[in-house]
């Protein structure tokens, strides 16, 4: 993640100093994302950002009010993109079945097209600090949000609810394992060397299938 970084600068070089404002931000914001998400919210300056994009500091202030500020949206786009890929992953899906497998894929893909995205809610994110906790767990809960309402069973919404959470937990726990493999992959001879996205995601949408179908209502939700 640094070395992108390092590399960025050099090519920012020969960047112009003047671009359109909404282009100048998108910038700002991504390499703002790669110095979250490699050193963390505390770690990174302003400076570093500025830098990384070609410009000044004073620059980042007519965009962002502070780092906080900058921080907080990152965080509500790293939010929106996952939420949306999942949702038109799945929407036009006709059976639970596939729905099951293509929300795991697209959260797999996320992960692996948008690393420091996904580093940045899941990773690397100051969840000690309450602004920033509370904007991750309203992210979780839209996710949760839109896992329920895919789930078709004669259930509960509650049970519906917490069937949701258990699928996204999976998710979440397998990609970051995935993750860590495909960098020990990168570095050495890895004893468990197939990293496929892919291969994952069907692999763990199976799982949660195999649990899903079985699910029946209990007697507890009729109280």
């Known amino acids: 993640m640094v070395s992108q970084i390092e590399v960025a600068n050099e090519e920012n070089l020969d960047r112009p100093s003047r671009m359109p404002r909404e282009q100048r931000k998108a910038l700002l914001i991504k390499y703002a994302l790669a110095h979250f998400a490699s050193k963390g919210f505390h770690s990174t300056s302003m400076q570093d950002i500025a830098l990384s994009a070609g410009i000044t500091k004073p620059v980042i202030y007519q965009h962002f009010s502070s780092k906080r500020a900058l921080y907080l949206e990152l965080l509500g786009q790293v939010g929106t993109?996952?939420?949306?890929?999942?949702?038109?992953?799945?929407?036009?899906?006709?059976?639970?079945?596939?729905?099951?497998?293509?929300?795991?894929?697209?959260?797999?893909?996320?992960?692996?097209?948008?690393?420091?995205?996904?580093?940045?809610?899941?990773?690397?994110?100051?969840?000690?600090?309450?602004?920033?906790?509370?904007?991750?767990?309203?992210?979780?809960?839209?996710?949760?949000?839109?896992?329920?309402?895919?789930?078709?069973?004669?259930?509960?919404?509650?049970?519906?609810?917490?069937?949701?959470?258990?699928v996204i937990a999976l998710a979440e726990g397998t990609v970051r394992r995935w993750i860590k493999e495909v960098d020990f992959a990168g570095k050495s001879a890895a004893p468990f060397a197939e990293t496929s996205g892919p291969m994952w995601s069907r692999r763990v949408a199976e799982l949660a299938w195999a649990g899903l179908r079985g699910i029946q209502r209990d007697d507890t939700e009729d109280l």
């Open 81 to 166: 993109d996952l939420c949306s890929r999942i949702r038109e992953a799945t929407e036009h899906c006709d059976t639970v079945h596939k729905r099951v497998t293509a929300g795991f894929e697209s959260y797999f893909q996320f992960a692996l097209e948008n690393r420091p995205g996904y580093e940045l809610l899941f990773v690397t994110g100051p969840r000690r600090d309450p602004e920033f906790q509370d904007a991750i767990v309203n992210i979780e809960n839209e996710v949760a949000d839109l896992v329920t309402s895919k789930i078709e069973a004669d259930i509960s919404e509650s049970h519906r609810r917490f069937l949701a959470l258990g």
